[in-house]
Each structure stands twice: as structure tokens, then as C-alpha cells.
């Protein structure tokens, strides 16, 4: 039986649990929540998971945080960009688990920022979808495309919205994301953020709307 507190979400409870399994992603279902409470942990399978990886060691070292570990592959000439079965690459990885120094690593190894896996999924969405603002920030700061829409057409302040992460939504918001952005089926993040029930991330999202948003931040 379902608790009704923590609903599937077509499924942002499924997206969460498999983002980096599958790279399933659907938020049109109606949630239920109590506020906007941290996102619960997440637990993907192991990078020698039934989804074989085109780099598992590099894959495992970052799944531990072993930035020591994943240097010395890379050093060895593991493909920074090598893709899964399903189009993850490393990064998509390291952003998932907030790995912020082996991004740094993988970005100065010139690993893709705005990879799309086969559902369109970018590093930057990944990394919204784990609720890691300092991960995101440094996704930013390398410049990902903060407009960048995954095959169901949500940016990553779909994500931050649909899972009630209101500073992770105002930090987007503040970096220039669009709240008036529509998916396939026309919502907006305000819409995922009122069916979902996330009052906070809701009335960061209702101020928003009331104002232009702040053109997207030009990094050298």
C-alpha cells in the first residue's frame, strides 16, 4: 500500500529512486507532501547494476567519493565522455551524488557539461534531482544551460519544483532560470510545485512569477 505522504509521482518518487538507473522521468502525476521537507535519500544500484557502464571503475570510484581513485583512471585514459547503455556519462554520476571535486576533475577533462542522456537528461538535471545546490552552483559556474529541457521538455527548475526544494529553486531562479517555462504538457515548475504540495517552494515560485525573470548570467 502506498503512504499517501510520499505518493509515486509518474513519477517524481520513481524519477528520484531511478534517475541514474534508468533515467526514467514523468512528474505529471498529483502529489501529496507535508511542506517542504528534504527530499528523501536516494539509493541507485551500484554501477554493476543489470545497466552495464561504459567505465565501471571510474563509475564505482565516484558512486564512493574516491576523488583519489577516480584521478588515477582517468590518468590511465578512461573516457571522461564514455556513455551506458542508457547515455550516462561519468558526469551525469558524479553530479547525481554531489561528487563536486571529481566534477572539477571530470570538467577539467573536458567532460561534456551538458551531456544528454537518452531521455534528454543533463548533468544539471541530475544534480537538481538529488537536491545538491552546491553541485548545481559549480554546474553553473562551468557553464551548463540552465534553459536546458529533457525529452519530457522540464528544465531543471521542473525538478527542484516537483520535489520541494525552495533554496534549490531560488538559486536556479537567481541564476536566471525561466519559472514561466513550459513542459510538453504545459506546466510550468509552478504548477508541479501547487500539485505537489511544496508551500515554500510554491511562494518562492509565486514571487517569481510577479517580476521579469533576471536574464541569464553571462561566466567567462
Same mark, same amino acid.
Not at 91 to 100: D, E, N, P, V
Not at 163 to 192: C, E, F, I, V, W
Given at each position: ?7 509515486? #509521482? ?10 541514474? #538507473? ?6 505529471? $502525476? ?22 552495464? #557502464? ?5 563509475? &564505482?570510484?565516484?558512486?564512493?567519493? &574516491?576523488? $583519489? ?13 564514455? +556513455? ?10 558524479? !553530479? ?6 571529481? @566534477? ?9 557539461? *551538458?551531456?544528454? =542522456?537518452?531521455?534528454?537528461? %543533463? ?12 553541485? #548545481?552552483? @559549480?554546474?553553473? =559556474?562551468?557553464?551548463? *544551460?540552465?534553459?536546458?529541457?529533457? =525529452?519530457?521538455?522540464?528544465?531543471? /527548475?521542473?525538478?527542484?519544483?516537483? %520535489? ?7 538559486? /536556479?531562479?537567481? &541564476? ?6 513550459? *513542459?510538453? *504538457?504545459? +506546466? ?19 514571487? !517569481? ?7 541569464? @548570467?553571462?561566466?567567462?
Amino acid at each position: 500500500m502506498n503512504d499517501k505522504r510520499h505518493p509515486p #509521482v509518474r513519477q517524481t518518487a520513481s524519477l528520484l529512486a531511478l534517475a541514474l #538507473v534508468t533515467g526514467a522521468i514523468a512528474l505529471a $502525476a498529483a502529489g501529496c507532501g507535508n511542506g517542504d521537507a528534504k527530499p528523501a535519500p536516494i539509493n541507485p544500484p551500484a554501477a554493476d547494476s543489470a545497466f552495464p #557502464v561504459a567505465e565501471p571503475a571510474l563509475s &564505482n570510484a565516484i558512486i564512493a567519493g &574516491n576523488l $583519489a581513485g577516480a584521478q588515477k583512471i582517468v590518468d590511465a585514459g578512461a573516457d571522461v565522455n564514455a +556513455r551506458d547503455a542508457l547515455g550516462r556519462t561519468p558526469l551525469h554520476m558524479a !553530479a547525481f551524488y554531489g561528487r563536486t571535486k571529481i @566534477i572539477e576533475l571530470l570538467a577539467a577533462r573536458a567532460a561534456e557539461i *551538458d551531456a544528454t =542522456d537518452h531521455i534528454g537528461m %543533463t548533468p544539471l538535471h541530475a544534480a537538481a534531482l538529488s537536491g545538491g545546490r552546491q553541485t #548545481v552552483q @559549480i554546474l553553473l =559556474d562551468k557553464r551548463a *544551460d540552465i534553459q536546458a529541457k529533457n =525529452d519530457e521538455g522540464q528544465t531543471a /527548475l521542473h525538478l527542484a519544483a516537483a %520535489t520541494g526544494q525552495p533554496k534549490l529553486t531560488k538559486l /536556479l531562479l537567481d &541564476n536566471g532560470a525561466d519559472p514561466q517555462k513550459q *513542459d510538453l *504538457d504545459g +506546466r510550468t515548475p509552478l504548477h508541479y510545485a501547487r500539485k505537489n504540495h511544496h508551500p515554500q517552494t510554491t511562494s518562492v515560485l509565486e514571487q !517569481a512569477a510577479k517580476k521579469p525573470p533576471p536574464a541569464a @548570467i553571462t561566466r567567462q
